[in-house]
C-alpha cells in the first residue's frame, strides 16, 4: 500500500497544514506524489535518461584553467602588499590537482616552459647537490640571482663561497640535518663522500617503502625541506616545504605544501617539477602514476609580472604532454636528463617574466 495512504492528520493539522501552503507549493507536492506512485521501472529508466543527457551535455574543463583562474582570482580580490623583495598581490590559501594518468604531465601550454630547466634542477635536488655552478654548466640560470655574492651577504652567508646555496631541497632531502659543511671547504668527491649515509636520507626511506608491497600503503610517506635548525644556513627557505606521498589501486599521488608561491614564475615549475619527480618514483617502485595535488599557503603576483600574466590569460590551453622514462634504474641516483622524454609538447610562445630574488 502506498505509504500516502497510510498517512491520517487530524482535521485541525490538515486545515493548517492548507492555510500555510501556497497553490505553488501545493503543486509541487502533488506532482511529487505522483512521482513517489511511479513503479521502479519507469523510476529507473526516467534516471538512466537524465544520466544519458548530462552525459551528452558534459564540458571537459582543461585542468590548466586551474593555474588560469588562480592568476585571476589573484587580480581581481587579491590583497596589495609591499614585501621584503617588491609589490605583490596576494591571496591565502590555493589548491590545484592534476592527473598524470598515462604519464600525461601538466607542463604549462599556454606558455612555452623551461622543462628542461626544470628536469635537470629535480635531478640536482635528487642528487642532493647544493652547488649552483654544477647547474650553470648544465644551462640552468634559476638560481643565479640566489648565489650571487650579493644575495649571499644578504643573508649573512659571507663565509660562502658564490654558487654556494647551503642546505637547501636536496640536501635536506638526501642528508637532513647533517652538519653542512661550505663547498670552498673541501673537493667534490671529499664532500660527496663525507656526506654519504649522513643524516637522514628521506627520500631513499620514501623509496624503499613505495617498493614494500606492505609500507606503500602507509599515510606517512613524508619529506620534508623545511628544517628550522639550518633555515639560516640556506641562501633561500625552502618555498615548497613538504610532499606527501600516498598509493591508492597501484596509483601513486603526491601532495605537495608550499608556503609561498611566485605564481607567475615559480609555481609553472613547481607543477612540473614534483610532477616529474611522481613521474619517476612511480617508475623505479613498479607504481602508476596517479595525481598531483598542489596547495599553495601565500600565493601571489608580483607588480612587474601583473600585465604579462594578463596576456598569457588569452591563450586557450593545449593537450598536455606525456613523459616518458626509459628504463628503471637500480638506483635513483643513476637517472640522468637523457632518460626523459616529453612527447607532443604544444605550447604557445614565451612569456618572459624578470626573477624578483
Not at 659571507?158 to 670552498?184: C, F
Not at 617539477?273 to 608580483?302: Q, R, V
Amino acid at each position: 500500500m502506498n505509504i500516502l495512504k497510510r498517512i491520517r492528520l487530524d482535521p485541525l493539522t490538515t486545515n493548517h497544514f492548507k492555510r500555510n501552503m501556497s497553490w505553488s507549493d501545493t503543486f509541487i507536492m502533488r506532482n511529487r506524489k505522483e512521482s513517489w506512485s511511479v513503479s521502479d521501472k519507469k523510476k529507473k529508466s526516467y534516471v538512466n535518461n537524465i544520466n544519458d543527457k548530462l552525459q551528452k551535455c558534459k564540458i571537459k574543463i582543461h585542468e590548466e584553467h586551474q593555474y588560469l583562474n588562480l592568476i585571476r582570482n589573484i587580480m581581481n580580490n587579491g590583497v596589495e602588499e609591499i614585501t621584503r623583495n617588491g609589490n605583490t598581490k596576494s591571496i591565502i590559501g590555493a589548491s590545484m590537482k592534476f592527473s598524470l594518468n598515462n604519464n600525461k604531465i601538466p607542463i604549462l601550454t599556454t606558455k612555452k616552459m623551461a622543462w628542461r630547466s626544470c628536469l635537470k634542477e629535480l635531478l640536482w635536488f635528487i642528487s642532493g647537490d647544493t652547488d649552483n655552478l654544477n647547474l650553470v654548466n648544465q644551462n640552468v640560470k634559476i638560481w643565479n640571482d640566489n648565489a650571487s655574492r650579493e644575495f649571499l651577504d644578504s643573508r649573512g652567508l659571507q663565509h660562502h663561497r658564490e654558487g654556494d646555496l647551503g642546505p637547501i631541497y636536496g640536501y635536506q632531502w638526501r642528508h637532513y640535518n647533517s652538519d653542512y659543511v661550505p663547498l670552498h671547504v673541501m673537493q667534490d668527491n671529499n664532500r660527496y663522500e663525507l656526506n654519504k649515509n649522513r643524516g637522514i636520507d628521506q627520500l631513499n626511506n620514501i623509496i624503499e617503502s613505495l617498493k614494500d608491497k606492505n609500507e606503500r600503503y602507509s599515510r606517512r610517506l613524508i619529506m620534508t625541506a623545511w628544517n628550522p635548525e639550518q633555515i639560516d644556513m640556506m641562501a633561500l627557505p625552502p618555498c615548497h616545504v613538504m610532499s606527501q606521498f600516498s598509493v591508492l589501486n597501484n596509483k601513486l599521488y603526491c601532495t605537495m605544501y608550499q608556503r609561498s608561491g611566485d605564481v607567475g614564475l615559480g609555481i609553472p615549475f613547481n607543477i612540473a617539477s614534483y610532477s616529474f619527480l611522481t613521474i619517476l618514483l612511480a617508475k623505479h617502485c613498479g607504481l602508476e602514476p596517479g595525481e598531483f595535488i598542489h596547495f599553495i599557503g601565500n600565493a601571489h603576483i608580483y607588480k612587474e609580472h601583473e600585465n604579462i600574466l594578463k596576456t598569457q590569460l588569452n591563450n586557450k590551453p593545449q593537450e598536455f604532454p606525456s613523459c616518458e622514462i626509459k628504463e628503471v634504474k637500480s638506483n635513483i641516483n643513476d637517472y640522468e636528463f637523457s632518460d626523459f622524454t616529453i612527447n607532443n609538447y604544444k605550447y604557445h610562445k614565451p612569456i618572459k617574466m624578470d626573477m624578483i630574488p
